[in-house]
């Protein structure tokens, strides 16, 4: 008595049981005609046949060792395998256990011209899987190159729209939200704290922290996708301005190599040199006798042997004492008021050249125009599907440069005075020292005796003023605070003689 197994496949998601349902019905018949006795079914479902990575087929292959049955009986050999090389390789498996692969479609003669036929048949097979491969992707590309949605998982802040990704505004809102603050040097952990304090959810739950990252590494909310060392900037419509996109791309890249602790914030990362051998001066920690961890900070140069003998300084002692002091210097009196001054000229300027609200406005007057053309035409009986459309893409964009526009109204409308920007930059010397450090910082220069502190600050003098060097004393603090102003800016330096 002759004896089977029949094995039944079938491509893809867009496929159903149908489909196997007609296979298994088919091989059914074939075995009743000839006397075959079917033991067993293998199943794949939604598998490629250009591979052998298919669970049910490497069982049945493996199942084959037993030597229970005689044949594999497929549909079509297709259903086998659509990749010649492997077919080969397989069924030399399956005969070396005594099994023999039958095709219920394809009359194939057990004869030597039957060998002839089954080659050619699974060349056939391999050349039709190669060319359809071909179609689809030249077809996919072509989707691409329209701006078309090619299918797959639609990221947040993104919706679809007859095939085209859409902005989800609200989504988009909290997008734009998260990078502005990772900008601004929040940590993940925080801006997670503040999205659900405000009750804004991913999915119905707080977003987690590789949700946060992975939407701050996502360049697609730049506008750009790239697919097979192609970008196209026609799909996504960008949600993050380009300037804080590469600004967040460029802090994560910074961090992406173990240069930030999960457990220890070292506040002075980025920021430290060597200023005996120049060489960053980098986090590190150690456990005493006692099993207590400490932290510090050391001398890339001390640590790859280059000579240099700068010594560790306690993490902690190091950190208070800076913040300390940039504390004492950046609260005085005088350096408030120059500041403050300094912010008003820069509100004031940042309001009468506001070449956003101009570029807006010179858009919608185009946008205007070109709807006020084509309410001409209709009026004319020049009425289509194509004017239709192209009214609702006009009104909608019409509708997002009214918002832009307000937007960027309010923000002349909501001037500080000298009062209220006093009282705020009071307030922010008190936020978290990472923030402080990082926006005002430019560089520290360590010695074992002294510390040179570079200021980043942005304040505007006359154009009269180019080069006075202005010195001042704290004998209190045993510091030297040197002033040296260029025609756009102050670069402070302060040395702190320990």
């Not at 094995?7 to 007609?22: K, M, N, V």
Request: contains cysteine; aromatic residues 10%.
């Amino acid at each position: 008595m002759k004896t089977a197994v029949i094995y039944a496949r079938y491509s893809s998601d867009s496929q159903t049981e149908q489909s196997i349902e007609g296979q298994l019905r088919v091989c059914e018949e074939y075995a009743q005609r000839n006397n075959i006795i079917i033991l067993n079914t293998y199943i794949d479902r939604a598998m490629t046949g250009t591979n052998d990575n298919r669970p049910d087929f490497q069982k049945m292959l493996k199942d084959s060792g037993k030597k229970e049955w005689n044949y594999v009986l497929v549909y079509k050999l297709d259903r086998f395998s659509r990749n010649k090389y492997e077919t080969t390789i397989h069924k030399h498996t399956l005969a070396l256990n005594g099994v023999k692969v039958l095709s219920a479609m394809e009359n194939i003669p057990d004869s030597p011209e039957g060998i002839i036929l089954e080659s050619l048949l699974e060349g056939m097979n391999q050349y039709y899987s190669a060319e359809l491969s071909q179609k689809v992707k030249r077809g996919m590309k072509e989707t691409r190159l329209k701006g078309n949605f090619t299918g797959g998982h639609l990221i947040y802040g993104y919706k679809l729209e007859n095939h085209k990704i859409m902005i989800n505004e609200e989504q988009a809102e909290v997008v734009r939200y998260i990078y502005k603050q990772y900008s601004l040097g929040i940590y993940v952990k925080d801006i997670i704290n503040e999205l659900t304090k405000q009750r804004i959810f991913n999915n119905g739950k707080p977003f987690a922290r590789n949700t946060i990252y992975n939407i701050l590494k996502n360049e697609k909310y730049a506008g750009i996708y790239k697919f097979n060392n192609e970008i196209f900037d026609n799909m996504y419509p960008q949600i993050v301005p380009t300037e804080i996109y590469d600004k967040v791309r460029n802090k994560i890249d910074l961090n992406k190599y173990g240069k930030r602790s999960t457990e220890v914030i070292y506040l002075l990362r980025h920021k430290l040199k060597c200023g005996y051998c120049g060489q960053p001066i980098s986090a590190d920690c150690g456990t005493t006798k006692q099993g207590k961890k400490m932290h510090y900070y050391k001398c890339l140069g001390r640590k790859r042997n280059n000579g240099c003998k700068k010594s560790v300084i306690r993490k902690e002692v190091l950190e208070d004492f800076i913040i300390e002091n940039i504390l004492s210097v950046l609260d005085s009196p005088k350096y408030i008021n120059d500041i403050v001054k300094g912010l008003l000229i820069a509100q004031n300027e940042l309001a009468n050249g506001n070449s956003l609200l101009t570029s807006l406005t010179k858009e919608k007057k185009q946008v205007e125009t070109t709807l006020n053309n084509i309410m001409k035409a209709v009026e004319q009986g020049l009425m289509n599907n194509t004017t239709n459309k192209r009214m609702k893409e006009l009104e909608t964009q019409l509708e997002e440069l009214d918002r832009q526009i307000l937007i960027e109204k309010s923000k002349n409308i909501c001037r500080l005075d000298e009062s209220t920007i006093k009282e705020y930059y009071l307030k922010a010397l008190k936020l978290e020292p990472f923030m402080l450090i990082n926006y005002l910082i430019k560089e520290i220069k360590l010695y074992d005796d002294k510390m040179e502190i570079t200021f980043n600050s942005p304040i505007r003098k006359s154009p009269n003023d180019k080069g006075s060097l202005l010195c001042t004393k704290f004998e209190k603090f045993g510091i030297i605070v040197m002033y040296k102003s260029e025609f756009e800016y102050i670069d402070m330096q302060i040395n702190f003689y320990v």
